[in-house]
C-alpha cells in the first residue's frame, strides 16, 4: 500500500490501526495523532499514593480466535486469566450475575414473580425495529424485566429501554434455558451463562499496558498533543489545534463521530443535523483506596436500584494485586449521567461512601486512604432510533471522502478493546485488498 494514513486518536483503536499496518509494512507511511499527553483513551491506568485505577474496570473478555490471537500474542505471559466472579446486589441481598438466571436469595414473592413471568415469555429472538422493553419482557418475563433488566438498564443508559433498539444486543444479555432459570432459583451455584464467564487481565501495571505495549511497537508514529481542528476533504487535509496541517490520501478516524463531523469544513447542512441526533452517556467513575486488606473476592457488582448512586462496583485487588499496596484495598464504582447534567464530584464521592456502607461493603470506620476521581466524557453510545440512520448517513459521506470510521465512539457503536483491534484488523486488511 502506497497510501498516506493519518489517524486520530490513540486509544485501541488508533493503535491496534497502526499496528496492523505496520505488521503487514513495516514502510507503510502512516502517523497517530493524539490530543492527549497520552495513549490508550479509554484504556488508561492512572497511578498515586501506590494504587493503580484504570478509568474504572478495564477487563479483556477475549470470546474470537482473532481477539484471543492478537492480545496473547501481544501480552503473553503478562496476562492472567480469571472465572467470572460477578454479582447483583438488589432487594438487601447479593445474587450471582446474570440476573435471570440467579434469583436465589431473593425475597421469595421476587423470585415467584421472575419464574412465573419466565414461564410465560415466548422467549423469540428480537423482532425488527422490537423496542429494547418489548424484547426484555418477551425474553425474560415481567418479572426479571420488573426486578432487574429494566431499573438496571434505565440507570445505566439514562434512557427508558422503550426509547431504545435492540441493535446492540448481540452477546450482551443472554437468555437461559428454563432448567437453568430453575435451578439457579434453589441453588446458589455459578453459571457460565454470559458473554464474560472468563477474561484476562494483567498481573501488574493495570490495563495501562495493553496502550503502552502497543505504542513501544509504534515508536516515531505517534504524536502527542496533537488536537484535530479541522478536517478539509477536498485538499485531503487535518489542521491542528496548534495551526499545524497533515496531508492525507486516508484518514482513519477514531475520535467521537459527533465531533468528527463538526470539524468537517463545509460538511453539509444534513449530515450536521444528523450528527447532532446522536446521543450517549458519560461516566462518573470514583475509585477509593482503603487501609483494610481483602475487602472482597467479588470482581464487581451491577447496582440496579436508584436509591444507590452508581449501576456498578468493582474490586480491582480481585483482577490484580499489583492494584494495592500491601494490607489496602481499593473500590472502583461507576455512575452515568447525561452529558449535559454532570453530577457535583465532592456530593458524588461522599454519596458513592455512603452507599459503599449502606451496601455492607464499606465499614463506616473504614480509613479511606485516598480518592481518584475520573471521567469519561463518552463512555456508552446510546442505540435509540435515531442513531442507525444518522450513522448510515455519516458513513456514506465519509466513505466517499477516504475517511475510515473505527473504534467505540469513531464508528459510534458498542465495542470493546476486542472488538475495536479485530474491526482495526479487518479494516487494514481491506486497505491491503486489492479493491480497498
Ligand atoms: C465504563 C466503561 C467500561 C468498559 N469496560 C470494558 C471492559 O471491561 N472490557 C472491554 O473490552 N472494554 C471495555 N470498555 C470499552 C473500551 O473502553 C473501548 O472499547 C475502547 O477503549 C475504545 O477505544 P477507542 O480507541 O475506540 O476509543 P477511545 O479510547 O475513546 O480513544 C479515542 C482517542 O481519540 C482521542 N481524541 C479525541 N478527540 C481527538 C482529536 N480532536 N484529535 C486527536 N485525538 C483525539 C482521545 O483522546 C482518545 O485517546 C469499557 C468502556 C466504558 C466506558
Known amino acids: ?150 431499573p438496571y438498564n434505565q440507570k445505566l443508559w439514562k434512557t427508558h429501554p422503550r426509547d431504545m433498539t435492540t441493535e446492540w444486543l448481540d452477546r450482551f444479555i443472554p437468555r437461559p434455558s428454563l432448567e437453568e432459570v430453575i435451578r439457579g432459583a434453589v441453588s ?60 492525507y490520501d486516508r484518514l482513519i478516524s477514531t475520535i467521537p463521530l459527533p465531533e468528527l463531523v463538526e470539524m468537517i469544513e463545509d460538511v453539509p447542512e444534513d449530515l450536521l443535523a444528523a450528527a447532532r441526533e446522536l446521543r450517549w452517556v458519560s461516566v462518573l467513575n470514583i475509585n477509593f483506596g482503603i487501609a483494610r486488606h481483602h475487602l472482597s473476592d467479588r470482581h464487581w457488582i451491577y447496582v440496579p436500584e436508584d436509591r444507590f448512586s452508581f449501576y456498578r462496583v468493582g474490586f480491582p485487588g480481585s483482577f490484580s494485586s499489583s492494584m494495592a499496596p500491601e494490607g489496602t484495598s481499593s473500590i472502583y464504582t461507576e455512575i452515568s449521567y447525561l452529558p449535559d447534567d454532570p453530577p457535583d464530584e465532592g456530593a458524588a464521592v461522599h454519596k458513592a461512601r455512603e452507599d459503599l456502607v449502606a451496601m455492607g461493603i464499606l465499614r463506616p470506620d473504614d480509613q479511606i486512604l485516598t480518592t481518584v476521581v475520573l471521567r469519561l466524557p463518552y463512555a456508552y453510545v446510546v442505540f435509540d432510533r435515531r442513531r442507525r440512520p444518522a450513522v448510515e448517513a455519516i458513513r456514506r459521506f465519509t466513505s466517499g471522502h477516504s475517511i475510515d470510521l473505527l473504534g467505540r465512539f469513531g464508528a459510534w457503536t458498542y465495542a470493546s478493546m476486542e472488538d475495536c483491534s479485530n474491526d482495526a484488523e479487518r479494516l487494514v486488511e481491506r486497505l491491503f485488498s486489492p479493491a480497498g
Open 188 to 247: 446458589n451455584d455459578p453459571t457460565t451463562l454470559g458473554y464474560n464467564a472468563t477474561f484476562f487481565y494483567p498481573r501488574s501495571g493495570g490495563i495501562a499496558i495493553l496502550p503502552r505495549t502497543l505504542a513501544r511497537a509504534l515508536s516515531g508514529r505517534i504524536e502527542l498533543g496533537k488536537q484535530a481542528s479541522a478536517v478539509r476533504c477536498g485538499s485531503r487535509e487535518v489542521e491542528f489545534a496548534d495551526g499545524s496541517r497533515v496531508g
Open 1 to 150: 500500500m502506497s497510501e498516506r494514513v493519518v489517524i486520530l486518536g490513540g486509544g485501541i483503536s488508533g493503535l491496534a490501526a497502526g499496528y496492523q499496518l505496520l505488521r503487514r509494512d513495516p514502510e507503510a507511511e502512516f502517523f497517530i495523532f493524539e490530543r492527549s499527553p497520552h495513549v490508550g483513551g479509554l484504556c488508561r491506568s492512572v497511578a498515586g499514593d501506590g494504587f493503580t485505577f484504570d478509568h474504572t474496570g478495564h477487563l479483556l473478555h477475549l470470546r474470537t480466535k482473532q481477539g484471543r490471537r492478537f492480545f496473547l500474542e501481544l501480552l503473553g505471559d503478562e496476562l492472567t486469566e480469571h472465572e467470572r466472579n460477578a454479582w447483583i446486589y438488589s432487594k438487601g441481598a447479593f445474587t450471582r450475575y446474570p440476573f435471570q438466571c440467579h434469583t436465589y436469595g431473593l425475597p421469595a414473592d421476587v423470585v415467584t414473580e421472575c419464574l412465573v413471568g419466565f414461564l410465560r415469555a415466548r422467549g423469540e429472538p428480537a423482532g425488527e425495529d422490537e423496542s429494547f422493553y418489548d424484547w426484555i419482557n418477551r425474553q425474560f418475563g415481567s418479572g426479571i424485566a420488573r426486578h432487574f433488566m429494566i
